[in-house]
């Protein structure tokens, strides 16, 4: 991220003035910006000190106003968060899913990969991807998304953001797809459930982010299985004190990230003393962060927060959903001006050519580097 966000904006609230301070984010680190209430000491110190907090979202009916102050204080604090209480999910079924796809002969994997690492295969943004040697990150995946009606014809042919997800032949035993496709529902659900809260906690509609993703959100849901690294990683895997990534310090780019981590330790956040600090695995619970979209929407109001997976020496499986508005959605900066005449003026921009650019020439992530251009 070269830009830093150095926009300080006053939301104005019926029943008590926010925080006028917020984290500011240059080049890599999250500095802070003095406010009005708190000054810079107390505000690090504040946010330091702060555990992940946790959402229990039973309290969504019946203490509703309250939770909604808290998931906001939660997005501009730390920026993770724990979801307790989410219906509907078989964390141990999720669990046998991911062992059963990457204990796969590795054909059949390769059968599921995208283009740009087996040719014949027409599939460049779904599907697997394995394992690359020399990469800091090390890890395997498995994408699919929402597919598109076959009757829409305001999509682009050539978008591949909405290509239909491509699936292994079960054998009967797991229902794969079945299942991982309300697994999506549920967590979309979720999402928009907290985004309600978030609209809530901020003085404004509950549906206000509603709009964003009502059409064709371009959100993903991937398995992860990081195996442990063997012999010596290379260089830009080994970090302070001699320890090993498997995913290297990032911001994720979507808007929001519901993420399950089963009984794994390794994921780390980078708090506001420069400090990596553990988000220990909750079972039957997911995490939550916000992303770098979200994020430069509110002006760096809600904070995107660096994290990394720590190799833990045996074999990790991970969870992300990642939630993305349509290809056509505005998500351009200062979200807020649109409810308040204050303050910087909101800049429209379109989210698929946004994300495109940062994953494709600014990030440069191995999965998505040699992703084509979309022509709209
Ligand atoms: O596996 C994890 O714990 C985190 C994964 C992550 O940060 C990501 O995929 O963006
Ligand atoms: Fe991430």
Not at 49 to 74: F, G, M, N, Y
Not at 86 to 112: R, S
Not at 200 to 223: Q, V
Request: a negative charge; one cysteine or more.
């Amino acid at each position: 991220m070269g830009q830093p966000f150095k926009h300080r904006i006053e939301y104005p609230s019926d029943d008590k003035m926010y925080y006028h301070a917020y984290a500011v984010l240059s080049d890599k680190n999250w500095t802070v910006s003095r406010g009005i209430h708190l000054d810079e000491t107390e505000l690090k110190k504040q946010m330091s000190e702060l555990p992940i907090p946790v959402i229990d979202l039973s309290r969504a009916k019946t203490d509703r106003i309250q939770l909604a102050k808290e998931v906001v204080h939660a997005l501009e604090n730390i920026g993770f968060l724990y979801i307790d209480n989410v219906k509907g999910i078989d964390f141990n079924k999720l669990f046998k899913i991911c062992q059963w796809f990457f204990g796969l002969p590795m054909e059949t994997k390769m059968d599921l990969t995208r283009k740009n690492f087996k040719s014949e295969n027409h599939n460049l943004y779904r599907g697997y991807f394995p394992v690359v040697e020399g990469e800091p990150s090390r890890k395997e995946g498995f994408e699919f998304a929402r597919d598109v009606p076959a009757d829409d014809k305001t999509v682009s042919p050539n978008n591949w953001m909405y290509e239909k997800s491509v699936w292994p032949e079960e054998n009967g035993t797991v229902a794969f797809k079945e299942f991982l496709q309300n697994m999506y529902e549920i967590v979309h659900e979720t999402s928009q459930e907290i985004l309600r809260l978030a609209a809530l906690g901020l003085g404004i509609e509950e549906n206000s982010f509603e709009h964003l993703f009502s059409d064709k959100p371009c959100s993903t849901f991937r398995i992860m299985h990081y195996p442990p690294w063997e012999g010596k990683p290379p260089e830009n895997a080994i970090i302070e004190d001699g320890k090993v990534v498997t995913t290297p310090e990032h911001m994720d780019s979507d808007f929001l990230t519901l993420l399950h981590i089963f009984n794994y330790d390794g994921l780390e956040v980078l708090n506001l003393d420069g400090k990596w600090i553990a988000v220990p695995p909750r079972s039957n619970s997911l995490i939550m962060n916000i992303g770098v979209t979200f994020s430069r929407m509110m002006a760096g109001r809600f904070k995107a927060t660096r994290h990394r997976v720590l190799d833990i020496g045996i074999d990790r499986f991970s969870v992300p959903f990642f939630l993305s508005p349509s290809f056509d959605s505005d998500i351009g900066v200062n979200f807020m001006s649109k409810f308040t005449s204050n303050g910087p003026k909101h800049v429209p921009e379109k989210f698929g050519p946004w994300l495109l650019h940062r994953i494709k020439h600014e990030i440069k992530y191995f999965e998505y580097r040699d992703l084509p251009e979309i022509e709209d």
